[in-house]
C-alpha cells in the first residue's frame, strides 16, 4: 500500500517522505536477533566521593561551640540527640579520644545519655577507665542521666577512684540510683585515707554522707553514725539528716533550732539507740537459732 500511495506522489517528494522515516520503524541489523537492539553507549564509572565530614562530629562541635548563645547551642545537642543510636558511634569515638577537647568531650558524654539504651550505658561506662578526669567525670554524668541500675556496679568501683572530684560523683549519682546494695561500699570509701586531708574531712565524705541518706539502707548506718562525730560541721550535720532519712527518727528536742550543730547529745542519743538496735537484733538472731 505505502509503494501504491508513492507511485501517486511527485519523486521529490516521495523521497522526503522516505528519508524522514522514524527509526522505530527500521528493520534491526541482521546479525542481531529479532527484538534485540543494540544498547546506548555504556555509563562510565563514577567516582565514590566520601564525606570529609562527619554530620555527627560537625553537630557536636557546633553544641560544645563557647561562641555561640546557649539558645543556639542547645538546638544543636537536641539535633544532635535527635539522631539516636545511629550518632553513637561517632560519638564514642571521639568520647574516648585523647584528642577531643574537653568541653566537646563532656558534650558528647552528655548525649550518650541522652541517646540512652545499652550500647551508650556500654560506652559510659568504659569512659570510667579513660586516663582523663573529664572523660570519667562525664561518664558519670553520663551514666546520672540514663539512670540505669545496671550502672551500679561500675559507679560503685568508681568510689575508689584517684581524682576526688570522681568519687564525689559517683556518691552522687549511686544516691540517685538508690539501690540499696551501694551502701556497703559507700561506707568503706567514707573513710579512704584520700578522702582526708591532715586529718580534716575533704568535700567527697559529705557527697557520700548524702548518698547514704538518699538509699537509706541499715548497711549504712554505722558509717552514719560515725560520721556524727566529724570535726567538719558540714559532714556531720549531713550525717544527722541522713540519719533521719533512713530511720524516720529525730532525738532532738523541739526547743532546738533545725540548723543547730551537732550536738554531743545528738550523738549521745544516736548512738545509744544504734546499740540497743543491734543488740535486740543479736538477741533475736539468737533465739531463732
Same mark, same amino acid.
Given at each position: 500500500?505505502?509503494?501504491l500511495a508513492l507511485r501517486t506522489l511527485p519523486c521529490?517528494?516521495?523521497?522526503?517522505?522516505?528519508?524522514?522515516?522514524?527509526?522505530?520503524?527500521?528493520?534491526?541489523?541482521?546479525?542481531?536477533?529479532?527484538?534485540?537492539?543494540? =544498547?546506548?553507549?555504556?555509563?562510565?564509572?563514577?567516582?565514590?566521593?566520601?564525606?570529609?565530614?562527619?554530620?555527627?562530629?560537625?553537630?557536636?562541635?557546633?553544641?560544645?561551640?563557647?561562641?555561640?548563645?546557649?539558645?543556639?547551642?542547645?538546638?544543636?545537642?537536641?539535633?544532635?540527640?535527635? /539522631?539516636?543510636?545511629?550518632?553513637?558511634?561517632?560519638?564514642?569515638?571521639?568520647?574516648?579520644? /585523647? =584528642?577531643?577537647?574537653?568541653?566537646?568531650?563532656?558534650?558528647?558524654?552528655?548525649?550518650?545519655?541522652?541517646?540512652?539504651?545499652?550500647?551508650? +550505658?556500654?560506652?559510659?561506662?568504659?569512659g570510667l577507665e579513660s586516663p582523663r578526669v573529664i572523660? /570519667?567525670?562525664?561518664?558519670?554524668?553520663?551514666?546520672?542521666?540514663?539512670?540505669?541500675?545496671?550502672?551500679?556496679?561500675?559507679?560503685? /568501683?568508681?568510689?575508689?577512684?584517684?581524682?576526688?572530684?570522681?568519687?564525689?560523683?559517683?556518691?552522687?549519682?549511686?544516691?540517685?540510683?538508690?539501690?540499696?546494695?551501694?551502701?556497703?561500699p559507700l561506707s568503706r570509701a567514707l573513710d579512704l585515707?584520700?578522702?582526708?586531708?591532715?586529718? +580534716?574531712?575533704?568535700?567527697?565524705?559529705?557527697?557520700?554522707?548524702?548518698?547514704?541518706?538518699?538509699?537509706?539502707?541499715?548497711?549504712?548506718?554505722?558509717?552514719?553514725?560515725? &560520721?556524727?562525730?566529724?570535726?567538719?560541721?558540714?559532714?556531720?550535720?549531713?550525717?544527722?539528716?541522713?540519719?533521719?532519712?533512713?530511720?524516720?527518727?529525730?532525738?532532738?528536742?523541739?526547743?532546738?533550732?533545725?540548723?543547730?550543730?551537732?550536738? =554531743?547529745?545528738?550523738?549521745? &542519743?544516736?548512738?545509744?539507740?544504734?546499740?540497743?538496735?543491734?543488740?535486740?537484733?543479736?538477741?533475736?538472731?539468737?533465739?531463732?537459732?
Amino acid at each position: 500500500m505505502l509503494e501504491l500511495a508513492l507511485r501517486t506522489l511527485p519523486c521529490a517528494l516521495a523521497i522526503v517522505l522516505l528519508g524522514s522515516a522514524p527509526a522505530w520503524a527500521e528493520e534491526p541489523p541482521a546479525d542481531l536477533p529479532a527484538g534485540d537492539l543494540p =544498547d546506548d553507549e555504556p555509563i562510565p564509572e563514577l567516582p565514590v566521593v566520601e564525606a570529609t565530614v562527619d554530620p555527627i562530629l560537625e553537630l557536636l562541635g557546633q553544641a560544645a561551640n563557647p561562641g555561640i548563645p546557649e539558645s543556639q547551642g542547645q538546638r544543636f545537642f537536641d539535633a544532635l540527640v535527635a /539522631r539516636g543510636a545511629t550518632a553513637l558511634p561517632s560519638l564514642t569515638r571521639l568520647f574516648r579520644t /585523647r =584528642d577531643s577537647s574537653d568541653r566537646e568531650n563532656w558534650v558528647a558524654a552528655r548525649a550518650i545519655g541522652r541517646i540512652g539504651g545499652e550500647g551508650a +550505658r556500654r560506652s559510659l561506662e568504659a569512659g570510667l577507665e579513660s586516663p582523663r578526669v573529664i572523660t /570519667r567525670l562525664g561518664a558519670i554524668a553520663g551514666l546520672r542521666t540514663t539512670a540505669d541500675k545496671q550502672s551500679a556496679p561500675a559507679l560503685e /568501683r568508681a568510689l575508689f577512684d584517684q581524682a576526688m572530684t570522681v568519687r564525689a560523683a559517683a556518691a552522687d549519682a549511686l544516691g540517685e540510683l538508690g539501690l540499696r546494695r551501694s551502701a556497703k561500699p559507700l561506707s568503706r570509701a567514707l573513710d579512704l585515707p584520700a578522702n582526708f586531708h591532715q586529718g +580534716r574531712s575533704l568535700f567527697v565524705r559529705r557527697h557520700m554522707v548524702q548518698a547514704l541518706g538518699s538509699i537509706g539502707s541499715i548497711s549504712g548506718m554505722d558509717a552514719l553514725i560515725g &560520721a556524727l562525730s566529724d570535726a567538719d560541721p558540714e559532714v556531720s550535720m549531713a550525717a544527722l539528716l541522713a540519719l533521719r532519712q533512713t530511720t524516720g527518727m529525730n532525738f532532738r528536742s523541739s526547743s532546738v533550732l533545725s540548723g543547730s550543730p551537732v550536738s =554531743d547529745q545528738d550523738i549521745e &542519743a544516736w548512738t545509744a539507740w544504734w546499740s540497743k538496735r543491734r543488740a535486740g537484733e543479736s538477741s533475736n538472731a539468737g533465739t531463732a537459732n
